[in-house]
């Protein structure tokens, strides 16, 4: 009878406190639901924007993002989607008079900068300012503040202009010290993925491809700087190769900045600007706040009517993978649906494709793409490319009417590639672990990672890998209407930024998803429309669902490793692409 009292009190206890979470989170909901209500802007506003770390693509689905809750609420950064939108919102609404960019720390790559760059560019066609400071300048945040009247820093503060270095993270040693061995099998020259694996350094042609690229990327750096700031690009070249800058002292003087700062003098300024009372506060908000007020969005409904047809946009961000993916990754299946939703539905006229991945998955990348063909002989399609458009990226852009990419978007890398590891070292001579068995067919056991590959093994391995490349090649000799010889001489696994690209027929245009929306219209033949978004992103709930204890880990290994933690996911990396071939970039492209 104790025992049953004692399961009856726990059964009760349990209940109580399933309550009481549930009426915690219904809580949470009700305040995260408020706080998504229209936020009023007051008249003679300044519009704060400050980033820090990477920029999604999309705005996250968090509706507790305002709300402290065991650290979930310290992710409350603004997707491209609605910085854009906001920023050209901000050009019209009467009751901003300029923009206050602030010191930021930017994670994502070269193209997602652009894209706000000429979104802040634009602004200024309205005649309202920009004023820039930071107590430190970094190269990315540097090149988007370039474009403000007044670019300001702090007195003491530091100015990085230096020039851009992208290295890379070799991992034979460490592997050859535990007795692993990198067995590679690909295609192309340039196809450099692996190549931590098997080498100490770069090879030549690998150094050769980063220098054309990085050279690329860095030639258009200066040459934007020096327009913003009516300098010469060579001036440019020289103040960062002799390290000419610094101290802010330096900046001033050769016109990078115009002026040395203290904060409160940078207020003093903002108040003088929008007719603020020396004794008041300026009247500011937030970027993430701007996206809930209630001021006409005219990037979002500018050409919008009831009676006008669809356009519907697809986000495929991340790596490449079969399966349903999530809104960090692409997954095959949920991309696949999204494009098949879009050319199904009557409504919708045309589809903008927004990539941003380094590839991944040969296979998924190939579900997709077939999607993408289908899509295109019911309806117009156009590919948006964003910092990364690359391999995978590319299968599954290739096949679209149109192509359009950002100067510095990092594109190509046709090429595929297949890593299977060989342990027996590791097994035998540091575990004194041996494997036996019986095998009812010569290559039962292929891709067994206990043993060496035989040469016939790696030769059905090195067919399955050219079969592969013959498809890719195929694929975009098809979609770009040009030979499957030629894309072979500018494929073999070569990266090429946007500007390259358009040279060699890879991309149609320079210019961002604006663009792409306004040529989808265009080919639909529609002046009027709507935009509807496809995949549907996951709500917060289902997010913590799901993922929460991963989460918890990565932020975890995040606080404990810190600027370490890329190498763990670089090797993290490497162990997930020995599971199938992949069309992908050669590694994670870094630019420093």
């Excluded at 994502?108 to 000429?118: G, K, M, P, W, Y």
Aim: glycine letters at 8%; hydrophobic letters at 40%; charged letters at 25%.
């Amino acid at each position: 009878m104790k025992q049953f009292f004692k399961f009856v009190l726990a059964t009760i206890v349990g209940l109580i406190f399933t309550f009481l979470i549930i009426v915690f989170i219904c809580f949470l909901i009700v305040v995260g639901a408020s706080s998504d209500k229209g936020v009023h802007v007051d008249s003679n506003s300044v519009l704060h924007i400050s980033f820090n770390g990477t920029i999604p693509e999309r705005t996250p689905n968090n509706p507790l993002a305002d709300i402290p809750f065991l650290g979930l609420d310290d992710n409350k950064s603004v997707g491209l989607n609605d910085i854009l939108a906001d920023i050209k919102k901000a050009k019209t609404d009467d009751n901003i008079k300029g923009i206050y960019l602030d010191e930021s720390y930017i994670e994502s790559q070269q193209a997602t900068v652009e894209e706000i760059r000429n979104a802040l560019i634009d602004f200024k066609k309205s005649g309202k300012f920009i004023i820039a400071y930071a107590e430190v300048y970094t190269q990315s945040f540097y090149y988007l503040a370039s474009v403000a009247d007044k670019v300001y820093i702090n007195p003491k503060g530091i100015f990085e202009f230096k020039g851009f270095s992208s290295q890379i993270t070799f991992l034979k040693g460490a592997l050859d010290k535990l007795g692993i061995e990198a067995q590679i099998i690909k295609v192309g020259t340039y196809k450099s993925a692996v190549e931590p694996l098997i080498l100490t350094k770069m090879s030549d042609a690998n150094r050769m491809q980063v220098t054309s690229y990085l050279g690329s990327l860095y030639d258009h750096f200066l040459t934007n700087i020096g327009k913003s700031r009516n300098i010469s690009k060579d001036s440019l070249f020289n103040y960062a190769n002799n390290l000419t800058i610094q101290y802010p002292e330096d900046a001033l003087k050769y016109r990078l900045v115009d002026g040395l700062k203290y904060k409160d003098e940078i207020l003093d300024e903002l108040k003088a600007r929008t007719g603020t009372n020396k004794k008041s506060n300026v009247a500011s908000v937030d970027l993430n706040e701007y996206a809930k007020s209630d001021a006409e969005n005219d990037y979002k409904d500018e050409k919008t009517s009831s009676s006008g047809g669809r356009i519907a946009i697809i986000y495929a961000s991340g790596e490449i993978t079969g399966g349903e993916g999530d809104d960090n990754t692409i997954g095959s299946e949920r991309i696949s649906k999204a494009l098949r939703k879009a050319r199904l539905d009557n409504k919708i006229k045309a589809v903008v494709l927004r990539v941003n991945s380094p590839g991944g998955s040969s296979l998924a990348s190939d579900v997709m793409w077939r999607e993408v063909m289908l899509t295109k002989k019911a309806k117009p399609i156009i590919v948006s490319m964003g910092d990364l458009a690359a391999s995978g990226g590319y299968y599954i852009s290739c096949a679209a009417d149109s192509i359009f990419a950002e100067p510095n978007t990092i594109t190509g890398s046709i090429g595929i590639f297949a890593i299977l590891p060989n342990m027996q070292k590791l097994f035998n001579d540091k575990l004194g672990i041996t494997f036996d068995g019986v095998n009812t067919g010569k290559y039962a056991d292929l891709g067994d990672i206990s043993k060496p590959l035989t040469p016939d093994e790696r030769l059905i391995l090195q067919n399955q890998v050219n079969h592969g490349y013959d498809d890719f090649t195929k694929a975009v000799a098809a979609g770009r209407h040009k030979t499957q010889a030629y894309i072979n001489s500018i494929g073999q696994g070569r990266v090429w930024t946007g500007e390259q690209a358009i040279k060699i027929g890879l991309v149609d245009k320079l210019g961002n998803i604006d663009d792409a929306i306004h040529s989808a219209a265009k080919m639909a033949g529609l002046h009027e429309y709507n935009l509807i978004t496809y995949p549907e992103q996951k709500s917060f709930f289902d997010k913590v669902g799901s993922n929460f204890n991963v989460e918890m880990k990565t932020r975890a290994l995040k606080s404990e490793l810190g600027i370490n933690y890329k190498y763990y996911e670089q090797i993290k990396g490497m162990t997930e692409m020995m599971r199938t071939p992949q069309t992908r970039l050669p590694y994670d492209i870094v630019v420093n």
